[in-house]
C-alpha cells in the first residue's frame, strides 16, 4: 500500500525557537504545493534516541537535525553519508523502511553551492583559501574546498592546537598558520573565509585588514548581520563579497527534495522570506 500519510518533516534542536528551517521548507513547500508539513522539534538530549524511533511511526519522512544533536545523530544513524563522516557531524536524516535513518551532512554542498550562485565567475583552483576558525563550521567548509579542488588551505584558530588536529585529519593540502599572521595571509589568498562567530551581533569583532588582489572572493559564515564589518571592509576595497545567508539557504535543498521529492531552488524571494 502506498504510504497513507502526508509527509512530514522537521527540525530537530533544543531549544528550537530560534531555527529559520520552518520558514525555509515552508515556503518552498507552498511554492510547489507539495501536500507535506516542516515543523519546528524541540526535543531534549535525554529524548533523542527515543524519537528517532517514535517520529517515522507517526510519518515524519526526514529531519534536519541542529545543535545538540549534531553528533549524536551520526553515531545513532544505520547509514552514514561519507560526507557527514568527514565533518563529523549531520544536518540531514532521512528515515529508513527498516526503521533506521541515513545521516548527511549538507553544510558542505551548501556552502560550496552559495558560493557557486552569488559568486559564478569563482574558480577553485585560482590559488589559496584562508580559512579563519576550527569549529564545526570550519570542518564543513574545509571539506567543501577540498572536495572542490582548492590546491591549498591556510588555516588559522585563536586555539592553534585545534587547526593543527583539523590539518591531521583532512591532509597536506592545509597549512596552518597563526592567528597573528591572518591579515598578512590576505594578500597571498584568492578566497577569504570566516567561519568564526567574531562579527555576529553581540559578538567581538574580527580583527582583519584585508590586503587581497583585486579578484579575490570574501565571504562570511554570519549572516546577522547580512553586511559584517569584513564583508564591508572587502566591498570598500572594491572585492568580490558573498554573505552567509544563502549558505543556510542552499545546506536545506538536498533534504527537501530527499523528503518531498522536487528539488528547489534558493531564489531572492527566499532569502527575503528568511530575513522578515
Ligand atoms: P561552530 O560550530 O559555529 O564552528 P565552534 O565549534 O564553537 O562553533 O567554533 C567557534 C569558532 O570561533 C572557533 O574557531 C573559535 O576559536 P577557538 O577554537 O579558539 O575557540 C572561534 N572563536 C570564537 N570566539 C573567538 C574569539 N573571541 N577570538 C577568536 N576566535 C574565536
Redesign the pocket.
Known amino acids: 500500500m502506498k504510504n497513507p500519510r502526508v509527509p512530514l518533516a522537521g527540525v530537530i534542536g533544543w531549544p528550537i525557537s530560534h531555527s529559520k528551517s520552518p520558514r525555509i521548507h515552508g515556503y518552498w513547500l507552498s511554492q510547489h504545493d507539495v501536500a507535506g508539513h516542516y515543523v519546528p522539534l524541540g526535543i531534549a538530549p535525554e529524548d533523542f534516541t527515543e524519537m528517532m524511533q517514535q517520529l517515522p511511526k507517526l510519518g515524519f519522512v526526514g529531519a534536519n537535525v541542529t545543535i545538540p544533536h549534531k553528533e549524536a545523530a551520526l553515531e545513532l544513524a544505520t547509514e552514514v553519508t561519507p560526507r557527514a563522516k568527514m565533518i563529523g557531524a549531520a544536518n540531514t536524516l532521512e528515515f529508513l523502511p527498516d526503521g533506521g535513518f541515513r545521516a548527511d551532512n549538507t553544510d558542505g554542498i551548501g556552502f560550496i553551492n552559495n558560493l557557486r550562485q552569488r559568486a559564478p565567475d569563482w574558480d577553485a583552483g585560482a590559488g589559496p583559501a584562508l580559512v ?7 570542518r564543513a567548509v574545509l571539506w567543501s574546498l577540498l572536495d572542490a579542488g582548492v590546491p591549498e588551505i591556510l588555516l588559522a ?3 592553534r592546537a ?1 587547526a593543527d588536529a583539523l590539518r591531521t585529519e583532512f591532509g597536506d593540502r592545509i597549512s596552518v598558520i597563526d ?1 597573528s599572521k591572518i591579515s598578512d595571509a590576505t594578500a597571498e589568498s584568492a578566497l577569504v573565509v570566516n ?4 562579527g555576529m551581533s553581540g ?2 569583532p574580527l580583527e582583519i585588514t584585508l590586503h587581497c588582489a583585486p579578484d579575490a572572493l570574501v565571504t562570511d ?1 554570519v549572516y546577522a548581520p547580512l553586511t559584517t564589518d569584513l564583508l564591508q571592509q572587502a566591498q570598500d576595497k572594491g572585492l568580490r563579497t558573498v554573505d552567509g545567508l544563502g549558505m543556510l539557504l542552499h545546506q536545506a535543498v538536498p533534504g527537501f527534495e530527499a523528503w518531498f521529492g522536487v528539488r528547489p531552488e534558493v531564489d531572492d524571494t527566499l532569502r527575503g522570506v528568511v530575513l522578515k
Open positions: 579563519l576558525g576550527a569549529g564545526g563550521a570550519s584558530n585563536r586555539t585545534r592567528w567561519t568564526t562567530s567574531l559578538q567581538p559564515l
